[in-house]
Nanobody, 124 residues
Framework: QVPLVESGGGLVQAGDSLRLSCAAS????????MGWFRQAPGKEREFVAA????????YFADSVKGRFTISKDNANYTLYLQMNTLKPEDTAVYYC?????????????????WGKGTLVTVSS
């Protein structure tokens, strides 16, 4: 069973918005920090955003700062990534991740869980 399931990807035009969702398997993720990373074709994985369990702390990659926001609904164990003013360089498979330590998501090292990803394609 995959504990994290992403949804919301698709094909959009530059300048459009898109919201990704990540459904976590309930109480298994209580207390976990969560976040998003992406991987474009032929490129390495890139950290996108992360949020602490409490929601008090968030981090964003410089490339998305000011355009993307991250939020979570702890009652429903769902993570969101609101992506505005999308650019062609945002095209990638976006993965949801979870770990007890938020730095693991920021560094993309030792993450405990991640999903299968959802594809976002931004046309120019």
């Amino acid at each position: 069973q995959v504990p994290l399931v992403e949804s919301g990807g698709g094909l959009v035009q530059a300048g459009d918005s898109l919201r990704l969702s990540c459904a976590a398997s309930g109480r298994a993720f209580s207390g976990y920090a969560m976040g998003w990373f992406r991987q474009a074709p032929g490129k390495e994985r890139e950290f996108v955003a992360a949020i602490s369990w409490s929601g008090d702390t968030t981090y964003f990659a410089d490339s998305v700062k000011g355009r993307f926001t991250i939020s979570k609904d702890n009652a429903n164990y769902t993570l969101y990534l609101q992506m505005n003013t999308l650019k062609p360089e945002d095209t990638a498979v976006y993965y949801c991740a979870a770990d007890l330590a938020i730095y693991a998501i920021r560094s993309l090292r030792g993450m405990q869980y991640w999903g299968k990803g959802t594809l976002v394609t931004v046309s120019s």
